[in-house]
């Protein structure tokens, strides 16, 4: 497949967990990676490094994947990082808006300072915001954007206000986006997992608490990256072409 035909994905927050599961199917998968991150640039290259191993050297047309340092929170660096991509492969066909923060440990809201709420809603929601601007001005026809909230919403535990309600913002921008690039053929959806074993998960949590969520699903067990990164590539597939404008819960049951 050469690079002219070689559909072409972003993914936000790729150099570890989650995103960077899903950067590495995506690339089995034949597209070619933008691999996101913020402040990690060695784990982002390393994340290429495996992406070139796979499949081919940097410029193979079966396995390609460059790193691209931007804040997903600055309109500026956003819009430098679909520059880029365009740059190198000539557009951008799918946006996985994966980059995101939790807060340190559960927390209610009457402990809550500006500083942490004001962190949490600039990652997940502005920065969600601003890739959806971008998205929806330069994906081409044909293209898939794929958003991520979270499963905390339906659980509605108290410690996670803060995180939930900017997640569910972001449920919000999905539905509405799908139906706002009406006749172009690109579908919206947005992923929404469960307790999923990253670092991001287990920041904060006690052994104990841990397991607890381990055992809240009726699968009995941690969500691992690759069972997110299956749901996303169906979603960005022919076979996912008809599904817009939905939340699906990637949780194994938990809510």
């Known amino acids: ?5 070689q559909k072409i994905a972003i993914v936000t927050g790729a150099s570890r967990g989650i995103g960077r ?39 193979s047309s079966t396995s390609s994947a460059i790193a691209l340092q931007g804040d997903v929170s600055d309109a500026h660096d956003v819009e430098s990082l679909f520059d880029w991509a365009e740059k190198t492969y000539g557009g951008v066909d799918v946006l996985i808006n994966n980059a995101g923060i939790q807060t340190p440990k559960p927390i209610d809201i009457a402990d809550t300072d500006d500083e942490l709420y004001d962190k949490i809603f600039n990652i997940n929601t502005r920065g ?3 890739t ?28 996670y206000a803060i995180y939930s ?4 913002a972001v449920e919000i921008f999905t539905n509405i986006m799908a139906k706002e690039l009406r006749g172009r053929n690109i579908t ?9 074993a990253t670092d991001l998960f287990y920041q904060g949590k006690s ?22 990164a299956s749901a996303v590539a169906f979603l960005v597939s022919p076979e996912g072409s008809w599904v817009n404008g939905q939340i699906l819960r990637v949780n194994g049951g938990i809510v």
Do not use: C
Request: proline share 5%.
């Open 1 to 5: 497949m050469g690079l002219s035909t």
């Open 21 to 59: 599961a899903i950067a590495k199917r995506l690339s089995l998968d034949g597209f070619a990676v933008v691999v996101n991150y913020a402040h990690n640039r060695e784990q982002a290259e390393a994340v290429v490094r495996e992406i070139h191993g796979e499949g081919g050297d940097a410029m």
């Open 128 to 130: 969600t915001f601003l």
């Open 132 to 159: 959806l601007r971008q998205a929806a001005r330069r994906l081409r026809e044909g293209g898939h954007i794929v958003n991520f909230s979270t499963s905390a919403i339906g659980l509605a535990m108290p410690g």
């Open 165 to 168: 309600g900017a997640k569910i």
């Open 188 to 196: 919206v959806n947005a992923i929404a997992p469960g307790p999923t």
């Open 207 to 228: 052994a104990e608490l841990i397991e607890k969520f381990a055992h809240k699903a009726p699968l009995e067990r941690l969500g691992q990256p690759d069972d997110i």
